[in-house]
């Protein structure tokens, strides 16, 4: 499915507690809050496969064992890395995870709903460096994370939630070609060490494009998704799934 036929693995992050999903996520955790009847989850590990995953690996935290058994129950081929420091919130803790990737990565959030058309729209913009996957068709709000780009308007210059200029909205999932992967983990431990704790997966983002690395911009502008971080948007997303369960993974 991929277009360079290497191992793509997909980094699914499954680890966090769901706090803003409260009272959803009293009974159960995060990924497992079900919208048109099945768990985040399941749309996650379903897209990633038709983006071109032959290998996923989920990174758990908050009740990880009920996580991994429901996930095994969605795709039995699963592995798992456990993040001790989940209860953080910072996604950043998590980076370790890249020291088990031998190729091809792409990494994503399992509070992401997309529609199929994205799958083929990110496996086509795979296969050459690193891709920031992006938007250019919602209004942005103070949660969401903004990039600017750079003057080619191809690459990023910066990302972050609190940019007053961008261009793009970022939305969630990062490509990463095997040759890059080197540069990739020395910019995560370099971004450890500046933001400490209060440090997420996107600042790996910013310290390649601060060391000069020229991070493609990929795009799925028109196609639509949904992220799924607040009860509001529960039901926004079991709107759009349940007019059009065809659409969705």
Known sequence: MNMNNNIITAIILAAGMGTRLHPLTNTVPKPLVEVAGKPLLAYTI?????????????????????????????????????????RNKKSLHAAGIFNQVDGDFLLMNADHIYRLSVAERVRNQMGNGIVAFTDTDRELGDDDMK????????????????????????????????????????????????????????????????????????????HGWHEVDFPEEKDIAEAAVRANPDLYA
């Open 46 to 86: 379903g897209f990633a496969r038709r983006a071109g995953a032959n290998r996923i690996i989920a990174v758990t935290g908050h009740q990880a064992d009920l996580v991994e058994r429901v996930a095994r129950g969605i795709d039995k081929d699963i592995t798992f890395f456990y993040n001790e420091h989940y």
């Open 147 to 222: 990039v600017e780009s750079d003057d080619s308007g191809a690459h990023i210059r910066n990302i972050a939630k609190g940019l007053k200029r961008f261009s793009h909205g970022y939305v969630g999932m990062t490509y990463c070609q095997a040759e890059y992967l080197p540069r990739y983990r020395q910019a995560a431990a370099s971004a450890q060490k500046r933001y400490g704790d209060a440090g997420v997966l996107e600042c790996v983002l910013q310290e390649l494009a601060g060391q000069g690395e020229r991070i493609r911009l990929g795009d799925i502008s028109g």
